[in-house]
């Protein structure tokens, strides 16, 4: 009686449609960082370093532009069409680069695969939260968080092997045949979201304080990781070889177990109190990468980094969902994204701005004050409204 009580009171997470979801979740992954390094080489060879940065550059940019106008294709759409869609736009292009190699064309198709990034983790986004039990929506989302940041983490170096063994072209095909042949499970998710209601779009979010505290934090923290990812190799270049790519993996896997604990804690205990912890350890460990003539230091201070930011991301996902009714769904994925994308991006030219005037480690001291002072946000973050927010 007891083991059948606690099963009806926690559902099972993983159903027919989350596996199916989870295909297109590795497939969007695959398309996005298999060729996220190789595009800037081949356009660096063919047409100089300014294009080989303006094509990543392009990429970023639109990606975070077309999450704010994703919802209202998604209400318009539904999931599937919107869905697929976006993962024809982020692998079809890439099939231009076998045939050309010109400054236009790298930027226009960088350009094409953000919009079709940008629609997919949206489309994705909301579907996902809707596929979950929203009693274990925590534990659902780091779930299919584990499955996207493993497919990337495999992904980013798969991509750099390939282009040397086998060549660029052979990059470019697979990025467009992972994504669009991944199309053929779309019809076997839910078109439209299962309660129905009056769609509303970014702006009514974007006017709730109840998503944009917890945006707000998450932001602060994501600017760390673009700074980590950015300029952790040059500032600890002449030391050991080993520390920069110890301190990224260090930070990816810490970061990747911090989100999955967090959704357990959080489904139990509640999400918001790990709002502080996860700021703190962030902020900490930001203080500790600063230090970077101690290689020790740098890598332990980089997972205690990944630790916080796993932490938020599960938790300020998991509080933007429960607050929304599900025709929300679909703003609350484009607002954390684009949280996350653009905190990364303003991390990292923030630092390009102040490492040349201070050096890189009071750069990065500077930052991890910066973002203790983020804890400010907090108890406005933690404030749960009255009722769902919603049309």
Not at 78 to 95: F, H, I, K
Not at 213 to 227: E, K, M, N
Request: with cysteine.
């Amino acid at each position: 009686m007891i083991a059948t009580t606690r099963a009806a009171a926690r559902p099972p997470i993983v159903t027919g449609a989350l596996l199916v979801r989870m295909a297109t979740v590795m497939a969007s992954s695959i398309g996005f960082f298999l060729p996220f390094a190789v595009v800037p080489e081949y356009a660096e060879r063919s047409a100089g370093a300014t294009v080989a940065g303006a094509a990543n550059a392009a990429l970023l940019v639109t990606t975070v532009a077309v999450e704010l106008a994703a919802p209202a294709l998604v209400a318009r759409l539904g999931y599937r069409w919107a869905l697929g869609l976006g993962l024809v736009a982020l692998g079809g292009p890439t099939l231009v680069l076998v045939t050309s190699s010109d400054a236009a064309a790298v930027i226009a198709v960088s350009a094409l695969r953000g919009v079709g990034f940008a629609v997919t983790v949206v489309a994705g986004g909301a579907l996902t939260a809707e596929l979950v039990p929203a009693e274990r929506r925590g534990e659902g989302l780091a779930l299919v968080g584990l499955v996207s940041g493993v497919s990337a983490l495999l992904a980013l170096p798969a991509g750099t092997w390939l282009a040397q063994v086998a060549g660029y072209d052979a990059v470019f095909v697979a990025t467009a045949a992972v994504p669009v042949l991944s199309v053929l499970t779309v019809p076997f998710l839910p078109g439209r979201p299962a309660v129905a209601g009056r769609a509303a779009g970014v702006p009514a979010g974007l006017r709730s304080p109840y998503l944009m505290w917890p945006a707000a934090v998450f932001a602060a923290s994501a600017a760390g990781t673009g700074i980590l990812c950015t300029f952790v190799p040059l500032a600890v270049r002449g030391g050991p070889v080993w520390v920069a790519p110890a301190a990224l993996l260090a930070q990816s896997a810490t970061a990747t177990l911090a989100k999955w604990v967090a959704g357990r804690v959080g489904d139990r205990r509640g999400h918001e109190g790990l709002l502080l912890a996860g700021l703190v350890l962030s902020a900490g460990g930001m203080a500790a990468v600063s230090l970077t003539h101690w290689s020790v230091s740098v890598v332990a201070g980089a997972a205690v980094f990944g630790a916080g930011f796993g932490v938020l991301q599960n938790a300020t996902m998991t509080i933007m969902y429960g607050r929304v009714r599900p025709e929300l769904f679909s703003t609350v994925s484009a607002l954390w994204n684009a949280a996350y994308d653009s905190g990364m991006a303003a991390g990292a030219f923030a630092v390009g701005l102040l490492a040349p005037l201070t050096g890189y480690p009071p750069a990065l001291l500077v930052t991890a004050a910066l973002m203790a002072l983020a804890g400010a946000f907090v108890p406005r973050a933690r404030r749960a409204p009255s009722a769902l927010v919603g049309p």
